[in-house]
């Protein structure tokens, strides 16, 4: 056995978890690859598992993944305890190989979240993400074409700040870190990036009352600011927007005829036709 | 009212409340810090901070009602939000957990000031019935500790190797609760600033020493010796031991533990 950290290839043993459905209890199973090249993304690292499986006849393991260039938010997985894996900023499918050891074991887990449930092997069903931004995170008036982009003028800070919170990509890897399985920063994104525009800014306690509401009903934990979200998420997502989101919840609660009605505050639809 | 309902039901509402108690509670321990620090200062000092606290009835009552109800408002919210919160993973956990903050340096096995609140807030709040046991209801003081000055009582208790231990290892536990608790506030109530989060996250971290330090230190303090109540007997046992020995240390600035509260001189 050569332990050689020049080597461009790689035995492993992968621990994955296996689940037929929502109904199943799952289970770990074991699997060796012998030859992984160091150049090879996470994901093609399983695409050659599932090659292997298919010609010994197995169900390959299912796992979510679109892009592969980090930036549609579809790819996922918890690699050993860590959402995304080792690298901080990255996505699974921007993670190599070479980022392992020879003969390191690997355990694949997929999001666990009571709001993401499994829908096979490492595929979580996150339509909990889609229901709250049905509830408010759009804005709802039609703008036409796009307009000179001079007629709206907006601070060179806020429009930092606002892109910073846009570029979530909605993996749902803030929730899979969290202790408490919250989805604070995946809400705080979007309330956050809305808040600061002025496109954004006549909705915004409907916004955050509404997606609050839907976060709430959805069953993800609460935050309790211990800001393993930030340093897992694959985009950057600084926890200053959580801090943001509960300012815009105390103005919309305590300030504005919406909350102080207590309207869009517990319900599943977005209300308020 | 349901704005008042939403506080308490929602999750960003029920983080304001456990945010805005927790700060609230933080400034009682800088007050309740400060008073006792007074036991440095000799007997004089502290009766007469003790007797006008006392004095003032209407303070007092104010004062407990807000410091008990903001004490129960953040123990129900974290029984509330701590079982959400469990039920919030699902159904099954991870088979393996890593960190992926970069500066998560000041963990033991793992566990972090600000991944243990509930195991900390768990034991302070039972060391705030042990403590209140012991000086506001007096469960376990005998004839002699009833009598006695709140100088001479507050070491009479203290003089108890199990209270000293029990002591200093409370001050630690709300010191570590507070390091990160006072900093989770701001967050929580949305008091966040690129600027001043670092400054924040420092005093809250200087904080928690503090109060470890702060209030741990009572534990070496030397009032006992001064008081005469320096008996190995712990406060359990018969009346008869305070007094036998309280006379023979009693020379010095303490006044006698049997001198009533009421005698101290003020000003």
Redesign the interface.
């Given at each position: 056995m050569s332990h050689s950290t020049t080597g461009k290839t790689l035995n492993l043993k992968l621990?994955v978890w296996r689940q037929k459905d929502n109904a199943s209890r799952?289970e770990?199973r074991d699997y060796a690859l012998v030859g992984i090249s160091t150049e090879m993304s996470f994901l093609e690292m399983l695409d050659i598992l599932n090659e292997q499986l298919l010609q010994q006849g197995e169900e390959p393991v299912n796992f979510d993944h679109d892009c592969r260039e980090g930036i549609c938010g579809t790819c996922s997985l918890?690699i050993?305890?860590?959402?995304h894996g080792?690298d901080?900023g990255t996505t699974t499918c921007q993670l190599h190989m070479r980022r392992f050891h020879d003969g390191q074991m690997i355990?694949i887990?997929p999001w666990?979240?009571?709001?993401?449930?499994v829908i096979r092997d490492l595929v979580v069903d996150r339509s909990a993400f889609d229901r709250i931004i049905q509830a408010g995170g759009y804005v709802s008036v039609r703008t036409g074409q796009a307009p000179e982009a001079n007629s709206v003028p907006i601070s060179k800070n806020d429009q930092e700040s606002a892109l910073d919170a846009a570029v979530c990509i909605g993996c749902g890897a803030c929730v899979a870190?969290c202790?408490?399985?919250?989805a604070?920063l995946f809400v705080a994104a979007k309330v956050s990036h809305l808040a600061q525009l002025p496109q954004g800014a006549p909705e915004r306690a409907a916004r955050v009352l509404g997606m609050?509401?839907q976060?709430?009903s959805e069953?993800?934990?609460?935050?309790?600011?211990?800001?393993?979200c930030?340093?897992?998420c694959p985009a950057g997502v600084s926890?200053?927007h959580?801090?943001?989101?509960?300012?815009?919840?105390?103005k919309a609660?305590?300030g504005s005829p919406l909350?102080?009605?207590?309207e869009l505050?517990?319900s599943s639809g977005t209300g308020g036709d | 009212m349901s704005w008042l309902l939403a506080t308490l039901r929602s999750s960003v509402g029920k983080k304001f409340v456990m945010g805005g108690t927790g700060l609230f509670l933080c400034f009682f321990l800088v007050v309740h810090l400060a008073g006792n620090l007074l036991l440095y200062a000799g007997p004089d000092a502290y009766n007469s901070y003790a007797n006008k606290l006392h004095e003032n009835v209407a303070l007092l009552i104010v004062a407990e009602i807000g410091l008990f109800g903001a004490m129960l408002l953040h123990i129900y919210l974290a029984f509330v939000t701590a079982s959400e919160n469990r039920a919030a993973r699902g159904a099954t956990d991870y088979a393996m957990r890593q960190s992926k903050i970069p500066g998560r340096v000041i963990h033991v096995a793992g566990l972090a000031p600000d991944t243990t609140m509930y195991i900390t807030g768990a034991l302070i709040f039972g060391y705030i019935a042990l403590h209140l046991c012991d000086f506001k209801f007096e469960v376990f003081a005998d004839a002699a500790q009833l009598a006695a000055d709140p100088y001479t009582k507050a070491a009479m208790v203290l003089s108890s190797t199990s209270r000293k231990v029990i002591y200093a290892i409370a001050a630690i536990v709300v010191g570590i609760h507070v390091s990160h608790g006072f900093a989770s506030a701001f967050q929580s109530l949305g008091l966040n600033h690129p600027k001043y989060m670092p400054t924040i996250k420092t005093i809250s971290k200087v904080f928690g020493v503090a109060v470890a330090i702060g209030f741990g230190s009572f534990v070496t303090w030397d009032g006992q010796r001064r008081c005469g109540c320096e008996s190995p007997a712990t406060m359990e046992t018969a009346p008869t031991t305070m007094p036998s020995t309280a006379p023979a240390a009693a020379t010095e600035s303490a006044p006698a533990p049997t001198t009533p509260a009421e005698t101290v001189p003020q000003s």
């Open positions: 621990r799952g770990f918890m050993n305890g860590q959402a080792p901080n355990t887990e666990r979240a009571k709001a993401f449930p870190s202790k408490n399985a919250s604070m609050v509401g976060m709430d069953e993800f934990g609460n935050c309790t600011n211990t800001s393993e930030e340093a897992a926890v200053t959580i801090a943001r989101l509960n300012r815009e919840y105390a609660l305590y909350g102080l009605k207590g505050l517990t | -």
